[in-house]
C-alpha cells in the first residue's frame, strides 16, 4: 500500500473552504493522526482508498469553517473531528492531547472549544485549529469561554426552537425575498465564546449584487434580531461585489440570555 497523497498540497486563501481542510488532513496523515490514507488497488483507471489506521487509536478528519466563525486574526481555521474505536477503547484525553501536541508543533493554535465531551455519551471530540495571519496573536480565551453553552435539548411541538424563530424573521427580511436564505445549527466549537446560544445563517444574495447591497442587507438581518437580544457576525474579510453567498453566526451573549 502506498499513501494516497502524491504531494503536499498548497493552501489558498482565497479558497479557504477546499484548500484549509485538505492541508490539516494531510498535516494530519503525516503526524500518524489522520485518517491516513491509502491506495488499496485499481479500478477502471482510478486508485482505490481506505483508511489505514490503527486499532483504538480512532481516527481525525479536518472539516471546513465559515469564516464569520473564525478566531479574529486567523488566516486558515477548521474543525478537526476525532473520532474513537468504539470496538477497543480509547483514552480521549491522551488521544486529544495528542492531537493537540503534534499540531501545535507545526505553528496551529488548538483549542478544545465548545461544549466538554463525555466519551460516555459523545460519538466524538472537537478540536478547534487554526493559524494566525503574520503578526497576529491569537485571541486569549477565558477558562470558562464556552461555560454558557445550553445542553442540547428537543423541541416539542407547540414549541418553537430559537432557531426556527431566527430563520422565521429573517425570511421576512426584504434582503430574504430577493435571494435564498438557510438556517442551521452549528458545532459549538464555532460559537463565539460569549453566546449561549448561536446558529448559522448562509444567505445567497440576488445575482450580481454589489456589495454595497449585500451589506445593507446584512444590516437589515441585524437590526431584525437585534430586537429579541441577538447579535450577528460577519467574516473579518471584506465581502467582494456579485459575491455568491455569505455566511453569518446570529447568537445571543450568555448576560442578556435566558435558557433555551
Known amino acids: 500500500m502506498r499513501s494516497a497523497w502524491t504531494q503536499p498540497p498548497v493552501y489558498d486563501r482565497n479558497n479557504p473552504s477546499r484548500t484549509g481542510p485538505v492541508v490539516v488532513n494531510y498535516d494530519l496523515d503525516q503526524l500518524k ?3 491516513n490514507r491509502v491506495v ?3 479500478r477502471d483507471g482510478f486508485d482505490l482508498q ?8 480512532g481516527w ?3 472539516l471546513y469553517v465559515p469564516e464569520c466563525a473564525w478566531p479574529r486574526g486567523a488566516d486558515l481555521c477548521v474543525l478537526v473531528e476525532w473520532h474513537p474505536d468504539r470496538k477497543v477503547g480509547s483514552d480521549w484525553d491522551a488521544r486529544l492531547d495528542a492531537v493537540t501536541t503534534g499540531l501545535r508543533s ?10 466538554p465531551v463525555n466519551p460516555e455519551q459523545d460519538l466524538r471530540a472537537n478540536l478547534l485549529v487554526y493559524r494566525m495571519e503574520p503578526g497576529k496573536t491569537p485571541p486569549q480565551r477565558p477558562d470558562d469561554a464556552w461555560a454558557y453553552v445550553q445542553p442540547p435539548r428537543t423541541y416539542k411541538w407547540p414549541e418553537t426552537s ?4 431566527i430563520e422565521h424573521w429573517l425570511r421576512e427580511a426584504k434582503a430574504a425575498r430577493t435571494g435564498h436564505l438557510v438556517v442551521w445549527d452549528t458545532e459549538s466549537a464555532l460559537w463565539p465564546p460569549e453566546a449561549s446560544f448561536c446558529t448559522h445563517v448562509r444567505w445567497w444574495p440576488a445575482p450580481d449584487s454589489s456589495s454595497a447591497r449585500v451589506y445593507a442587507g ?3 438581518f441585524a437590526s431584525i434580531v437585534q430586537g429579541a437580544d441577538y447579535r450577528t457576525r460577519l467574516q473579518e474579510r ?9 455566511d453569518l453566526l446570529v447568537y445571543r451573549e450568555a448576560d442578556s440570555a435566558t435558557p433555551a
Open 218 to 220: 446584512l444590516r437589515e
Open 40 to 42: 488499496v488497488g485499481r
Open 33 to 35: 493522526v489522520g485518517e
Open 238 to 246: 471584506p465581502i467582494p461585489d456579485a459575491v455568491e453567498s455569505v
Open 50 to 57: 481506505d483508511r489505514d489506521i490503527a486499532p483504538g487509536d
Open 106 to 115: 507545526l505553528d496551529y493554535v488548538v483549542e478544545r472549544a465548545g461544549r
Open 162 to 165: 430559537p432557531r426556527e424563530l
Open 60 to 62: 481525525c478528519r479536518a
